[in-house]
Structures are given as structure tokens and as C-alpha cells.
């Protein structure tokens, strides 16, 4: 059987953090690196506050936008009372990828030990996009990246991928 050939899909980034600024943001500057190089592209790149209303506009807003087929968020996700980046995306969530969060705190654990508990991060649908919240550090985007997202937004990996299934959302 043939391999299929890598197929681009458009990302959107958004920051949230009440403290960074697109040149101070390093986690979405290295994911945005990471996204492009791989062969993607940025649909839209932001950074919102961390307020349940400006994050929720926001999302919806990508959600309704038919080419923005991946949203990757990156802060917020932590046990703060600012933190609420987790509350915010599970109210849009249609499917929850639960297996999303246990992987990516699995691959945390053998780098910071159990302070990866601390992490809220999570994946699912929401509408016809696929949505994965972060923590803000750039080490943590890289651990979500390089370790899960990475194959699972690209049509080559098998036995599965996130890919094939988006055109049946």
C-alpha cells in the first residue's frame, strides 16, 4: 500500500496569559516554528487574557471558521484561580480526547516527576476542529508537540491519525 503524501493543515495558536505579548510569547513562537517547519500552516496566532469570556470568545469565533481545522492553546491549563483555560474548553467540547491529557502528562512525568499532576491539559472536538490546551511553558509545548501532535496531526502516522478523521467530524 502507498503512503499518502503529507497533508498541510491550518493551525491556529492562541496564547493566553496576562502577562506575554507576541515578543515575549516564547511557547507560541516555538510552536509556531514547530508547526510551520513540520509543513502546516498558522491559520491565526493570538494571545488573549486569562478570562473565562475573552478565551471563550475566541475559540468560538475559530470554531465557526471553516479553515481553521486544528486550534492549540498554551496556558491557563494549571490550578490557579486564573486558570481557566480547561473549564472554557470543555463547555465547547462535542468529544473529549481523554487518552490526550493521560499522554501527555505520561510523557511529562519522566522529565518533572509528579509536579505533572499540577498539568490540566486536555484534547477533543469542538464542531469540525480539533482543540488541544497547553500549559504555557515552552518545555511543556515541546513534550505536547514532538511527543503526540506531531503524528497524530499528520496522515502518515499509522495505524491511525487525526487526520483521516477530520474530513468525517
Known amino acids: 500500500m502507498d503512503r499518502p503524501d503529507f497533508q498541510p493543515l491550518a493551525i491556529a495558536i492562541l496564547t493566553i496569559s496576562d502577562t506575554r505579548e507576541l515578543t515575549t510569547d516564547k511557547s507560541g513562537d516555538w510552536l509556531q516554528r514547530e508547526i510551520t517547519e513540520t509543513g502546516h500552516r498558522i491559520a491565526a496566532r493570538e494571545i488573549v487574557r ?19 481545522e486544528v486550534v492549540i492553546t498554551t496556558g491557563g491549563t494549571g490550578i490557579t484561580a486564573r486558570d481557566v483555560t480547561p473549564e472554557v474548553v470543555m463547555s465547547l467540547l462535542d468529544k473529549r480526547l481523554d487518552g490526550f491529557g493521560e499522554l501527555f502528562r505520561q510523557i511529562s512525568y519522566t522529565k518533572i516527576g509528579a509536579s505533572t499532576i499540577q498539568s490540566r491539559a486536555i484534547g477533543g472536538v469542538m464542531g469540525r476542529t480539533l482543540i488541544f490546551a497547553l500549559p504555557g511553558s515552552p518545555s511543556a509545548c515541546k513534550d505536547a508537540w514532538t511527543g503526540i501532535l506531531k503524528q497524530q496531526l499528520d496522515i502518515r502516522t499509522k495505524p491511525c491519525n487525526f487526520v483521516e478523521l477530520l474530513p468525517r467530524l
Open 50 to 68: 486569562d478570562d473565562k469570556e475573552e478565551i471563550l470568545e475566541k475559540l468560538q469565533a475559530w470554531r465557526e471558521r471553516e479553515e481553521v
